[in-house]
């Protein structure tokens, strides 16, 4: 079968751009996976991933055989980078579930041709943070006893710990993204299914697709099923930062211990997560050719959000500094002046630079619209989350209400190959997605035509 | 005498041409038809008389039920089972098993919608007549089908065809059991 090449590879102020046909984003989105030869920087960044999961397997074997004291954990600071990177990849998950659930209830269209790999970002992300709580625990393989179940010991999690609160909250987080993304898949599964030449592909996609024919009864279900999951799944991302930040202020720690975290968290995690998303879709749109899917448009409409969501974090951190004068507590004074002044003041006024300075820089149409400057900020966005998370956690635990204990906390080279691991994690488990599945819905860009709108005065 | 078939199906270039054949097909009195699409038609559900399910429904009653078993589930451990007295504080503490009610009220409605929406489709399903039509592996990239199945009263093999080949379609095929 013979189909026309044609490929649009040209920056769009839409959201997307002209000239497309079904037949064309089909081809162009399907050939990534089923024809096209893989780029040598995937295959180089493949090679880097690869490298760092290694390092990653060295490392958590090593924390097997010795222990916790591999990283830098010493009393008092016994949460340092694993807790402080949890947060920080989980919170990375949530923009996937914005664009693709939030976003779809709120019908907006440019959601279409991102959604698919920023949901796949969600679910490598909570892969890479379910990681850290479970090789905190000391004894990893007994990570089941955090859930309830009849057992001869007689004894059953306490339902009071916003710890346990947290196992169901990021294992339904899990679950429910694994669930709406397979749901999101089954059509264009069936598209690569009847695309590829391949016998063993065709049977692999086939059985993934589960028989899926685009009939117009199973559209409808399908449909309120998309809508219903999307409902679902919105209040549960927010409740999923939430329960994170309550993992912190449910503590008496000064520092942590205050009621506007929830929103803080919840508003950084978007943060964060658009900044990843920035920082896939501007290689991936220009080392596939994707930029008429792809648009200026999607990077501008992301910076925006990023910035928003930027600013709410900007004002959280001077209502931090605010709630804590204000309060005449006189250990969450000193908290909040050791954080600024203490031995991670550095930390400090750099998550400053990177999270309140940094992003009003997209302001400006010029900045949003330089792909290249764009993707250099989304990197300080990351950098600046993940330090805010080391210094709500270490400054508040390194010098808490006994000052006799106060200890600074060092990392040690296995913090840094554990860390450095789950970023490896992340993008072999990414670039197999990208090689494996189509990482734009084919469907859901379909219906973005002018072609694909019915004509209303064709009706009898 | 030659085979029974599934159907006859015909192949439409774009959505539109499959809406007002899909509303023609109704109004001649077909009931057993099904459209195939690359993406969902909004007017397509409305021409067909698609738009209740009972999915909705499956989703309310699995929340119910998960949001249920977590609160009973808490209530049960820290109650019943495995009771902690800490400083003389209520052991029905219920503020604190909202969490974890609210979460399974979740999970288990997000299973219902993906396992109902699966089982009111009768996914997955291995065999389907209707990929015996060559062409209709297109339906899943840029073709629109309307099948009118021979289990409809007032199919006829040779009339449907006909009636089908009224509709300006690119082509009729037979559909093989």
């Given at each position: 079968m013979a189909y026309d090449r044609q490929v649009i590879d040209q920056p769009s102020k839409k959201i997307i751009a002209p000239g497309y046909t079904f037949g064309t984003v089909t081809d162009q989105i399907a050939s990534v996976v089923l024809t096209r030869k893989t780029p040598y920087v995937v295959m180089g960044t493949f090679a880097v991933a690869m490298g760092l999961l290694l390092i990653f397997l060295l490392a958590i074997g090593l924390l097997f055989t010795k222990?916790?004291?591999?990283?830098?954990?010493r009393g008092p600071t016994m949460w340092a980078w694993d807790i402080t990177n949890f947060v920080w990849w989980v919170g990375i998950g949530h923009a996937g579930t914005l664009i693709s659930a939030i976003l779809l209830l709120l019908n907006q269209q440019w959601r279409n041709s991102i959604n698919r790999f920023a949901e796949a970002m969600t679910i490598f992300a909570v892969a890479c943070a379910g990681m850290f709580p479970i090789l905190h625990l000391g004894r990893p393989w007994l990570m089941y006893w955090l859930f309830p179940y009849p057992n001869t010991m007689g004894i059953e999690p306490n339902f009071r710990s916003p710890l346990v609160w947290d196992v169901f909250a990021v294992s339904t987080y899990a679950t429910v993204s694994v669930l709406f993304w397979y749901v999101g898949l089954m059509p264009d599964l069936a598209t690569l299914r009847d695309r590829s030449e391949h016998r063993a592909l065709k049977v692999a996609y086939g059985v993934l697709a589960m028989g899926w024919r685009g009939s117009a009864r199973h559209w409808a279900v399908y449909e309120t099923a998309s809508l219903l999951l999307a409902g679902l799944a919105t209040p549960l991302v927010l409740s999923v930062h939430t329960v994170v930040s309550l993992d912190f202020t449910v503590g008496i720690v000064p520092g942590w211990?205050?009621?506007?975290?929830p929103p803080y968290f919840v508003a950084g995690a978007i943060y964060s997560g658009f900044a990843m998303v920035l920082a896939l879709a501007i290689p991936l749109r220009s080392v596939y050719g994707l930029k008429g899917l792809i648009t200026d448009k999607h990077l501008d409409n992301a910076a925006k959000v990023m910035m928003a969501t930027g600013l709410i974090v900007g004002y959280s951190y001077i209502m931090e500094a605010f709630s804590a004068w204000y309060s005449g507590n006189v250990f969450e004074q000193a908290a909040m002046w050791n954080r600024m002044t203490g031995p991670y003041k550095y930390h400090y006024w750099v998550l400053i630079a990177c999270n309140v300075i940094a992003p009003n820089a997209l302001w400006f149409k010029k900045v949003r619209g330089n792909t290249v400057v764009l993707f250099i900020w989304s990197m300080i966005v990351l950098v600046g989350m993940w330090l805010e998370r080391f210094v709500i956690i270490v400054a508040s635990l390194a010098q808490d209400n006994l000052p006799s204990s106060w200890r600074v906390f060092e990392s040690t080279r296995w913090d840094w190959a554990t860390y450095l691991g789950t970023i490896g994690l992340f993008l072999f488990l990414f670039m197999l997605f990208i090689r494996l599945l189509p990482m734009i819905s084919i469907f859901e860009v379909r219906t973005l035509l002018p072609q694909a709108r019915v004509r209303e005065g064709a009706r009898e | 005498m030659t085979q029974p078939i599934y159907g006859v199906m015909a192949e439409f270039d774009n959505p539109s041409a499959l809406v007002n054949a899909a509303r023609a097909a109704r109004e001649k009195g077909y009931r057993k038809l099904d459209a195939y699409s690359p993406f969902p038609i909004e007017e397509l559900s409305d021409a067909l008389h698609?738009?209740?399910?009972?999915l909705p429904l499956l989703v309310l009653i699995g929340g119910i039920v998960g949001g249920t078993l977590g609160y009973m589930l808490q209530y049960f451990v820290t109650v019943m089972y495995y009771p902690i007295n800490i400083g003389g504080r209520p052991l029905h503490s219920w503020p604190s098993y909202i969490i974890i009610t609210f979460e399974m009220t979740i999970l288990f409605a997000a299973l219902t919608a993906v396992f109902g929406m699966l089982g009111l489709c009768g996914l997955p399903m291995p065999y389907h007549p209707a990929f015996n039509v060559p062409r209709f592996a297109e339906a899943s990239r840029n073709r629109f089908f309307l099948c009118i199945e021979s289990a409809d009263p007032l199919f006829d093999r040779e009339k449907t065809c006909e009636f089908l080949e009224t509709l300006e379609p690119r082509e009729v095929s037979e559909v093989a059991h």
């Open positions: 222990g916790l004291g591999v990283w830098g954990l211990h205050s009621t506007f975290f | 698609l738009h209740k399910n009972k």
